[in-house]
């Protein structure tokens, strides 16, 4: 026998192993051979719960497309039609769709883990880089998948969206015309849609395979951000991971499913379950929450702020600048690993960062109100001041940070900062 | 392993071989081969036949009032057509001399100066303007006023205020007698 098949106590399970060694292999992910630092905290449930989501909304989404039809005469009554008449059809419908909701919350606060104990750093940062591209392929599936119920909401939208690509230089217009299949948003762009909302799912459940596969490289990260060193760091992920994620999972779907049952339609817009009218804008577009501080970036850019300088005005307008700015807000996390120069990884340990953190959770909160209101009066001043401390906090702060924070001594290493945890508490 | 074998049969090291001429050349064909297959993939994506079909529209203006607007529909966009009152058409032409972000005579916009026809889309991102009916906002300048971020349009069509870059289109038409128009 080969030297990597493992002896199990079921013939059956050995017969497999020997031919497809599926069983260690999940043992040396998730199992008992996977070691992992003994003292991850409650941030680290985040990922697992992101994963328990995706394959929920998999799951829904392919029983709702059963019975979804694609045509726009007939995809919002055949969403109705799944509320009343389909046996069920209420629950999946709102599973999923609150499901998109709690996915971005957990994509979020998993994100945030990401920044607040440095996890992006060397050796990660391809890691990082796959979390971003998962997240941006999840706002093209949310943002298709809002388009396909053919409410008010879904068409505005679509269109306010789709339109942002014809700033695109020369080839703006017919770039748009291709997104949309003809010369406004219309059939086939739904149908488009839903071939790709069917699709991008798939896509991430592969890139959260080679995310995955990076983790497991270089193992997780850990709240004091120094590496495994031995034996006394780790503990193996079975059972001692896999109960605290089922322990989360438990208090997690209380709260998914406590807004599925009792305010399913609490994230949503009374404006989508109107049907799409081409003809009649709602007298507001709101996206869905989880986009509102990248709506709030892209309306931050003031008109004459290009005009003032004299020079930009050739080349782009405000709405070309706003939507460069929302791209860049997000492609600017991508370059997190670099743009971070400090040494030290865990916001523990970095006192300054540990604030300035802090301020930029409340920045995009402050990001996510304003992108909810009217660009208008002290909103558009509030919204523009949060769209530059956003960058400010990205592009100049990390940066010069690193460079001159004066750091707390980190412990020796995991197990240390584990048995002297009475002593770290007071610090 | 390619240099490998090059190396060995085909000439002196470090110099360009024959296999380098196949291993490029095949390469270069198949990247053009791949580029072949994509297009219909892409091009897929673009207007079908029918969708281009449907690309004009014919409109009777005769039952529109002076000062009175209509909304039809052209390639699944609203299109504005507005009978203008001896007023506005008076005011916008005095306004070409106005400073605007997308200076534009109120001459070149129409046809004949009654009838102004465009493209009812704000240039901003893409909303409905108000001001087809009589009881809608119709905005500081007396046009249109976009309810989704505040853009002013005035009497011909053209953006004076607010985030909109540009004045709102004119679809290309034609007038088949005084009072038939076919869009696009
Ligand atoms: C579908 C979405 C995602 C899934 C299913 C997912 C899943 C996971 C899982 C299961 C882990 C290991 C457990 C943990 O550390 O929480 C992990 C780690 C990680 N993820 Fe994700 N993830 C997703 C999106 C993202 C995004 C959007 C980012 C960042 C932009 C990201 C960045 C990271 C990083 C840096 C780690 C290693 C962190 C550490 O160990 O400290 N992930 N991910
Ligand atoms: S879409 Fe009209 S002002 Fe923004």
């Given at each position: ?6 002896k ?35 941030w ?42 389909v ?19 957990a ?60 700033v ?11 997104l ?39 193992k997780?990260n ?6 495994i060193k ?71 850019v ?78 558009l ?47 | ?16 071989t ?125 046009g ?29 038409y ?5 009072t038939n128009i076919?869009?696009?």
């Amino acid at each position: 026998m080969s030297e990597n098949t493992r002896k199990f106590k079921n013939p059956v399970i050995n017969w497999i192993e020997y031919r497809l060694p599926i069983f260690s292999f999940i043992d040396d992910s998730v199992g008992s051979n996977y070691p992992s630092p003994r003292n991850l905290n409650y941030w680290w449930n985040f990922g697992s719960l992101a994963g328990v989501t995706l394959v929920v909304m998999i799951a829904t989404g392919i029983f709702l497309a059963m019975n979804y039809t694609p045509h726009v005469d007939m995809a919002f009554d055949s969403v109705e039609r799944i509320m009343r008449d389909v046996n069920y059809g209420w629950l999946m419908r709102y599973v999923h769709m609150n499901g998109g909701t709690m996915f971005f919350i957990a994509v979020y606060i998993h994100i945030f883990r990401g920044m607040y104990y440095g996890s992006y750093k060397e050796p990660r940062e391809l890691l990082w880089i796959i979390g971003i591209v998962i997240f941006l392929a999840m706002m093209a599936t949310a943002f298709v998948g809002y388009v396909l119920p053919w409410g008010q909401m879904s068409f505005w939208g679509a269109t306010v969206i789709t339109n942002l690509f014809s700033v695109i230089p020369f080839f703006g217009d017919s770039i748009v015309q291709w997104l949309w299949g003809g010369f406004s948003v219309d059939n086939p762009t739904l149908n488009r849609f839903f071939s790709f909302h069917f699709l991008l799912p798939f896509v991430i459940f592969a890139l959260v395979f080679l995310h995955l596969w990076a983790l497991h490289e270089h193992k997780s990260n850990n709240p004091t951000g120094v590496e495994i060193k031995g034996d006394a760091d780790v503990i193996p992920f079975h059972p001692y991971y896999t109960a605290k994620d089922a322990f989360g999972l438990g208090v997690f779907l209380i709260f998914f499913l406590g807004f599925t049952f009792f305010a399913p339609n609490f994230f949503g817009e009374p404006e989508n379950y109107i049907r799409a009218n081409p003809l009649v804008t709602p007298a507001e577009i709101v996206p869905e929450w989880y986009f509102l501080p990248y709506y709030a970036i892209l309306r931050a850019v003031p008109d004459n702020f290009i005009d003032a300088w004299g020079i930009l005005p050739v080349i782009i307008t405000a709405k070309e600048a706003g939507v460069i700015l929302m791209f860049a807000s997000i492609i600017a996390l991508a370059f997190l690993p670099w743009l971070d120069s400090s040494k030290v990884r865990s916001a523990k340990y970095r006192p300054i960062y540990k604030q300035l953190f802090w301020v930029f959770v409340a920045d995009t909160f402050v990001l996510g109100y304003i992108g909810a209101h009217p660009a208008e009066g002290h909103f558009l001043l509030i919204g523009r001041i949060a769209t530059a401390y956003y960058f400010f906090h990205l592009l100049i702060l990390l940066p010069l940070l690193g460079r001159f924070e004066k750091t707390r001594p980190l412990p020796e290493s995991i197990s240390a900062s584990v048995t002297n945890a009475s002593s770290e508490e007071g610090q | 392993m390619a240099e490998t074998a090059s190396d060995t049969h085909d000439g002196p090291e470090g110099e360009e071989t024959r296999r380098d001429f196949l291993l490029i050349s095949t390469i270069a064909v198949g990247a053009a081969g791949a580029a072949v297959a994509a297009w219909p993939f892409i091009h897929m994506m673009n207007p079908s036949r029918d969708v281009l079909a449907l690309a004009s529209t014919e409109v009777d203006l005769e039952p529109i009032e002076e000062g009175q607007s209509i909304t039809i529909v052209w390639r699944g966009k609203p299109v504005f057509i507005r009978k203008r009152t001896a007023k506005e058409i008076e005011i916008a032409k005095a306004d070409d001399a106005a400073t605007m972000k997308d200076p534009e005579a109120d001459g070149t916009r129409v046809k004949k100066p009654e009838w102004l026809v465009m493209i009812g889309i704000c240039t901003h991102l893409g909303c409905i303007p108000l001001g087809q009916k009589g009881s809608d906002p119709k905005g500081e300048f007396g046009g249109w006023f976009c309810p989704c971020h505040g853009s002013h349009y005035d009497t011909s069509g053209r953006i004076r205020k607010g985030p909109a870059p540009k004045n709102l289109p004119i679809p290309p038409y034609t007038f088949l007698d005084d009072t038939n128009i076919r869009i696009g």
